[in-house]
């Protein structure tokens, strides 16, 4: 069974950094398209970043240019760097894991089918 522990979260003042992990198992990572997908109350889930078996990343337009995200294949092991967090960066964070997709598709919650149990991200104003 696939299984995803997201870890790394919490609290933060805009313009601070924060990194957030996840901890891979019952998979091989390298054989995966990870995500990083990030949900507020009273919407779905949005796509933040993803990377593909290839290594190809694909980003949502708001975090372009401050969030990284990263993989270790040794270490089966998803890191999102986030940078300038603003206010609006504020949610709950899911990592995600499912086979290759296609590249236009990597930011489709529809796409993953495994995920993790979450970790809060808040930035202050």
């Known amino acids: 069974r696939v299984q995803l522990v997201e870890s790394g979260g919490g609290s933060v003042q805009a313009g601070g950094s924060l990194t957030l992990s996840c901890a891979g198992s019952g998979y091989k990572y390298s054989s995966f398209s990870m995500g990083w997908f990030r949900q507020t109350p009273g919407k779905g889930r949005e796509g933040v970043a993803a990377?593909?078996?290839?290594?190809?990343?694909s980003y949502a337009e708001s975090v372009k240019g401050r969030f990284t995200i990263s993989k270790d294949n040794a270490k089966n092991t998803l890191y999102l760097q986030m940078n300038s967090l603003k206010p609006e960066d504020t949610a709950m964070y899911y990592c995600a894991a499912d086979w290759v997709l296609q590249a236009s598709n990597l930011l489709s919650e529809s796409e993953y089918n495994n995920w993790g149990q979450g970790t809060q991200v808040t930035v202050s104003s």
């Open positions: 990377i593909d078996s290839d290594g190809t990343t």
